[in-house]
């Protein structure tokens, strides 16, 4: 039952983080890079797996606070005065790497995933920037 989660992890790893277009100049370098590389295979995997099977879990279990507001503001919808669900998130998440949310369509995969929390990663680092530029 473990291979199938296996073959997941190894796609996003291979696809999603692109390992095999790493050209590093030393092993210790491939290692710390393969290392990294599945930690965020590994988070995108569960997101999934969680986004399936639990989708009431709160958001907070699984993104920082402004990963989830970034989700919200990409779309151009007022974060919620209470905290989101996970499945609420993965969606608008997933949305942003192009799943269409239609009645039919089940829950998102992993593909969409990782292409939706790259935009999401990107303005959510924004935030923190002006966050620490503007202090007041």
Wanted: hydrophobic content about 50%; proline content about 5%.
């Amino acid at each position: 039952r473990a291979r199938w989660e296996i073959e997941i992890l190894f796609h996003i790893l291979k696809n999603g983080c692109r390992i095999e277009a790493l050209q590093l100049g030393t092993i210790a370098g491939l290692q710390r890079a393969i290392a990294l590389y599945l930690m965020v295979s590994w988070r995108i995997a569960v997101l999934m797996r969680f986004g399936r099977t639990c989708p009431e879990l709160p958001a907070d279990l699984f993104f920082h606070e402004d990963e989830w507001h970034a989700a919200y503001l990409l779309h151009k919808k007022k974060p919620p005065a209470d905290l989101p669900t996970l499945n609420q998130v993965l969606r608008l998440v997933a949305m942003l790497g192009g799943f269409l949310a239609r009645k039919g369509d089940g829950e998102p995969g992993v593909k969409t995933i990782w292409l939706g929390l790259q935009r999401v990663m990107d303005c959510a680092i924004g935030l923190q920037f002006m966050r620490q530029a503007d202090p007041g």
